[in-house]
């Protein structure tokens, strides 16, 4: 079992940026292919980015390609996203995962096995 935590939500006004966290209980945290979802009020639980276990692939929703950066620490046990140039529908609660089903990223829910609570971000225009 792993647990997942996220930090570093927060406020911020349209073309800002924040970094979040995603903090993993286990070592075996290294070893699985993760991603960051996203949820805004009324709306689905949507794909944001996903990254392959070792990091050699990365994918990125249409909607924060070329904002959106994902990166991880394996040193650390962390997984990191930092969005830059932020926007009033970017805002959401967000949700680091890791699927123990494959070494590849995936961009669908249903493979992803660990779940962190959640962390808002809001972006005021």
């Known amino acids: 079992q792993v647990q997942l935590v996220e930090s570093g939500g927060g406020l911020v006004l349209a073309g800002g940026s924040l970094k979040l966290s995603c903090a993993a209980s286990a070592r075996a945290f290294e070893s699985y292919a993760k991603g960051w979802f996203r949820q805004a009020p009324g709306k689905e639980r949507e794909f944001v980015v996903g990254?392959?276990?070792?990091?050699?692939?990365?994918y990125y929703a249409d909607s924060v390609k070329g904002r959106f950066t994902i990166s991880r620490d394996n040193a650390k046990n962390t997984m990191s996203l930092q969005m830059n140039s932020l926007k009033p529908e970017d805002t959401a609660i967000y949700y680091c995962t890791a699927r123990t089903g494959g070494p590849q990223l995936s961009r669908k829910i249903d493979d992803y096995t660990y779940w962190g609570q959640g962390v808002q971000v809001t972006v005021s225009s």
């Open positions: 990254i392959s276990w070792n990091g050699d692939s990365t």
